[in-house]
């Protein structure tokens, strides 16, 4: 009887190597035949003038730990791998590869900063192919992701709340920025409330895209001890690439 259970353990663990032995792309074999590389280069958006805007500039360090994820005509062959270890990594040859780099997860980017979330770029790069023994070169153009709302609270006492269509309620009396995550098919509505001495004003807003919302919380030019709430809009920041070739192939 035991060596029937035996002979089952080692018969299902043999299965089970055979089995993820098909998935464990990518390979650390550039010896081996009907096998390629993938020689991926990170671009900023265009960078377009605003008054008063700066662009975010990304080193080689922070580029290093963005996470790339690997799909075959649809299929995950690598994923959220740090940058920095793809080096001597190779594919099997085929069409219909994609590359889809991010700086971090979406869950990261709402959790970070105790909930008031963090900036997020995302790219992904056009259709393309592997060929055996050579280096297909992949341009991955990356943009902000995600809808910052900067709070920017001049008035003393004021009480600013942004209540979101994703379920996040955030409250603060400084100048702080908060980041939410965005669903192409589902806007997001976020509700802007400001208080101050028993005065209540409050706003919706929609976004729709990746784009900063102001709101600019002063106090009124006639009476001081009232205020006046100012929503303005901006395109998402501009973002500059310092390092923006990385060979995976070495």
Same mark, same amino acid.
């Given at each position: 009887m035991k060596q029937? *259970? *035996?002979? =089952?353990l080692l018969? +299902? %663990?043999v299965l089970l190597l055979a089995g993820c032995s098909v998935k464990d792309w990518p390979v650390d074999d550039s010896t081996e035949e009907g096998y390629g590389y993938i020689d991926l280069k990170l671009q900023g958006k265009e960078s377009v003038s605003r008054s008063g805007g700066t662009s975010t500039v990304i080193t080689k360090e922070e580029a290093d730990l963005f996470l790339v994820t690997v799909t075959h005509n649809g299929e995950v062959v690598c994923q959220q791998k740090e940058l920095m270890g793809l080096v001597h990594l190779s594919f099997p040859v085929g069409n219909g590869y994609k /590359?889809? #780099?991010?700086?971090i997860t979406e869950a990261q980017a709402i959790g970070a900063n $105790?909930?008031?979330? %963090?900036?997020r770029f995302t790219g992904k790069s056009k259709s393309f192919g592997i060929v055996s023994g050579k280096s297909a070169s992949v341009s991955v153009p990356c943009g902000q992701a995600n809808a910052a709302v900067n709070i920017d609270v001049e008035t003393a006492n004021s009480t600013v709340t942004l209540v979101a269509s994703d379920g996040r309620q +955030? =409250?603060?009396s400084e100048s702080r920025v908060a980041y939410?995550?965005? $669903? /192409? %098919? =589902?806007?997001l509505e976020l509700t802007i409330t400001v208080e101050k001495n028993g005065e209540v004003i409050q706003k919706? #807003?929609? *976004?729709?895209e990746?784009?900063?919302v102001n709101v600019n919380v002063k106090p009124d030019e006639i009476d001081m001890n009232q205020f006046t709430l100012n929503i303005t809009y901006e395109d998402a920041f501009d973002v500059e690439f310092q390092y923006l070739s990385v060979p995976i192939d070495d």
């Amino acid at each position: 009887m035991k060596q029937n *259970i *035996i002979y =089952t353990l080692l018969s +299902l %663990a043999v299965l089970l190597l055979a089995g993820c032995s098909v998935k464990d792309w990518p390979v650390d074999d550039s010896t081996e035949e009907g096998y390629g590389y993938i020689d991926l280069k990170l671009q900023g958006k265009e960078s377009v003038s605003r008054s008063g805007g700066t662009s975010t500039v990304i080193t080689k360090e922070e580029a290093d730990l963005f996470l790339v994820t690997v799909t075959h005509n649809g299929e995950v062959v690598c994923q959220q791998k740090e940058l920095m270890g793809l080096v001597h990594l190779s594919f099997p040859v085929g069409n219909g590869y994609k /590359v889809f #780099v991010e700086s971090i997860t979406e869950a990261q980017a709402i959790g970070a900063n $105790d909930g008031w979330g %963090a900036k997020r770029f995302t790219g992904k790069s056009k259709s393309f192919g592997i060929v055996s023994g050579k280096s297909a070169s992949v341009s991955v153009p990356c943009g902000q992701a995600n809808a910052a709302v900067n709070i920017d609270v001049e008035t003393a006492n004021s009480t600013v709340t942004l209540v979101a269509s994703d379920g996040r309620q +955030l =409250t603060t009396s400084e100048s702080r920025v908060a980041y939410f995550n965005l $669903d /192409v %098919a =589902t806007p997001l509505e976020l509700t802007i409330t400001v208080e101050k001495n028993g005065e209540v004003i409050q706003k919706e #807003v929609t *976004i729709e895209e990746p784009k900063q919302v102001n709101v600019n919380v002063k106090p009124d030019e006639i009476d001081m001890n009232q205020f006046t709430l100012n929503i303005t809009y901006e395109d998402a920041f501009d973002v500059e690439f310092q390092y923006l070739s990385v060979p995976i192939d070495d």
